[in-house]
């Protein structure tokens, strides 16, 4: 291990708490470290020597880890697509939602019937939009359940036939709008329920229209996502009255509905992966596999699951010499640029997820993913979780890890890695920003470097001398 110990200047406030931090401790160490005064400048000479210790040599070990399932439920975008990628293999997306009355269906007796639409604007895209894309809308003829857990291996029946079918070809990095006309018969049904029992709660409406499945074509070459915040995806039964021509709209959502104030809200994203003839093609569940069998690189990917394991096995060496406090880390990771092509750019933010030897993310009090929070609000009841920008000087992706690797030698932690998983908003968490929405629910992909020059820990420590 390669070391620097600075001799010109030892600081010194109280030295017992190196013996056994508290959780409190752990919090307040590194403020205590640089806000003391000198020994000298407060008038007492130090019982316990202190030295102050720089390494960046520590052992950082990657690998690749395949998640055994992935939440998709009640997504922040459907996903419908599919594409063939030569590091991850063919990817398919289908999206299946249920659609909700936000107003009671009272179109009144002069209201004749026009015709049904769907309207379906999407703002992200992954993969060859220079190809002519198909989408087909099916009719769901099983019940999706609100409280219900669904995962990106998750199926759900529909009618093999479909409602309406639209090719198009999607414009990247802008938004675009699909527009299906559905069958008369279904808009007439609908219409139907107009004053009736059925049209005025979910609970009833569900029974007549459980929702709708996209579904991509064969011939797809990329992934569209479609966005249902601010009730942008949205069913209109589009009408006028005998006594004005002037065609309106009744809007039921694809986000929102509830009964009784409680959310009747349901979706899921099925993403599955065929990774015959790749470099992943043997990745297993659970089955971490080192970057020196995958040509030192490790791999990341949102809704399938893959992601690259970060373990800093000899963290607790440090302490070798005595108790110890961590006075800042910082790791740092470089992404592979040479594994970027058209249409396949790497995700703009990632995260740190928290695991230990079961590869499995924990998950916190409050129910929420463990991410490694910033480290000034590390044990906040109130999440704060760091998100790493790519840098485009240095180019990497980079996370403090002071308070989080204090915790992990004295235990207070007893998790032991990390999990590196793609977020898409880096104001993650704030506003009602729900974590799973913003982590589970893109195809997009990221291959990183698993050499050692790529991989930094720098870590500045005091240690007490006996």
Same mark, same amino acid.
């Given at each position: ?26 919090? &307040? ?24 210790? +720089? ?12 998640? !055994? #399932? ?19 293999? =063919?990817? /398919? ?12 269906? %009272?179109?009144?007796? @002069? ?25 087909? &809308?099916?009719?769901? %003829? /099983? !019940? ?9 291996? #998750? #199926? ?9 079918? *639209? ?5 990247? *990095? ?12 279904? $808009? ?15 609970? /009833? ?11 991509? $074509? ?26 004005d021509a002037t065609a309106v709209s009744f809007p039921i959502y694809a986000n929102l509905g509830t009964d009784a104030g409680t959310s009747v809200r349901a979706g899921f994203n099925r993403v599955t992966a065929d990774r015959s003839g790749t470099a992943l093609e043997n990745l297993q569940p659970l089955v971490p596999v080192p970057a020196s069998s995958t040509g030192n690189r490790t791999f990341v990917q949102d809704a399938l699951g893959i992601r690259t394991k970060i373990e800093i096995p000899y963290l607790k060496s440090l302490a070798n010499n005595g108790p110890i406090a961590i006075n800042r880390a910082e790791l740092s990771l470089k992404p592979e640029l040479s594994a970027i092509e058209p249409g396949l750019n790497m995700p703009p933010y990632l995260v740190l997820l928290e695991t230990d030897a079961t590869n499995r993310i924990y998950y916190g009090a409050l129910g929420y993913e463990a991410i490694v929070n910033n ?17 485009? =000087?240095? =180019? ?15 235990? +207070? ?12 908003? %880096?104001?993650?968490? *704030? ?18 470097? $698993?050499?050692? @020059? !790529? ?10 001398? /006996?």
């Amino acid at each position: 291990m390669k070391t620097i110990i600075s001799q010109k200047r030892t600081t010194i406030c109280i030295t017992a708490w190196l013996t056994k931090l508290s959780s409190f401790g752990v919090v &307040v160490l590194t403020t205590l470290l640089f806000a003391c005064d000198p020994p000298g400048n407060i008038g007492v000479t130090p019982l316990t020597p202190v030295g102050t210790i +720089y390494t960046d040599t520590l052992t950082v070990r990657t690998s690749t880890v395949l998640a !055994d #399932s992935v939440r998709t439920s009640l997504p922040d975008i459907y996903l419908a697509g599919r594409y063939s990628d030569p590091l991850f293999g =063919k990817i /398919e997306a289908s999206a299946f939602m249920r659609m909700a009355l936000e107003f009671q269906l %009272n179109l009144g007796e @002069e209201a004749i019937y026009d015709s049904l639409v769907l309207y379906t604007p999407y703002n992200y895209t992954y993969g060859d939009t220079l190809s002519t894309q198909t989408l087909s &809308v099916h009719r769901l %003829n /099983e !019940d999706l359940d609100a409280a219900k857990n669904y995962y990106n291996n #998750s #199926s759900i029946g529909y009618d093999a036939t479909p409602l309406a079918t *639209q090719s198009f070809q999607p414009k990247p *990095q802008s938004n675009g709008l699909l527009q299906f006309k559905l069958p008369d018969d279904l $808009g007439r049904e609908l219409f139907a329920l107009s004053g009736k029992t059925a049209g005025q709660t979910n609970t /009833e409406f569900y029974k007549v229209l459980k929702g709708f499945a996209l579904i991509p $074509g064969s011939e797809n070459t990329a992934v569209v996502g479609f966005p249902i915040s601010n009730r942008t995806l949205n069913l209109r039964i589009w009408y006028h009255k005998t006594t004005d021509a002037t065609a309106v709209s009744f809007p039921i959502y694809a986000n929102l509905g509830t009964d009784a104030g409680t959310s009747v809200r349901a979706g899921f994203n099925r993403v599955t992966a065929d990774r015959s003839g790749t470099a992943l093609e043997n990745l297993q569940p659970l089955v971490p596999v080192p970057a020196s069998s995958t040509g030192n690189r490790t791999f990341v990917q949102d809704a399938l699951g893959i992601r690259t394991k970060i373990e800093i096995p000899y963290l607790k060496s440090l302490a070798n010499n005595g108790p110890i406090a961590i006075n800042r880390a910082e790791l740092s990771l470089k992404p592979e640029l040479s594994a970027i092509e058209p249409g396949l750019n790497m995700p703009p933010y990632l995260v740190l997820l928290e695991t230990d030897a079961t590869n499995r993310i924990y998950y916190g009090a409050l129910g929420y993913e463990a991410i490694v929070n910033n480290d000034a609000s590390a044990y906040s009841q109130v999440p704060d979780p760091q998100v790493a920008l790519y840098d485009t =000087k240095f =180019k990497n992706f980079t996370w403090f890890l002071t308070t989080q690797l204090n915790a992990m030698i004295t235990d +207070y932690k007893k998790t032991n890695s990390f999990l590196v998983a793609p977020v898409y908003t %880096n104001a993650l968490g *704030q506003g009602g920003t729900r974590f799973q929405s913003q982590m589970n629910n893109r195809v997009s992909r990221l291959v990183m470097s $698993g050499k050692p @020059e !790529d991989i930094k820990l720098i870590v500045f420590y005091t240690v007490a001398r /006996e």
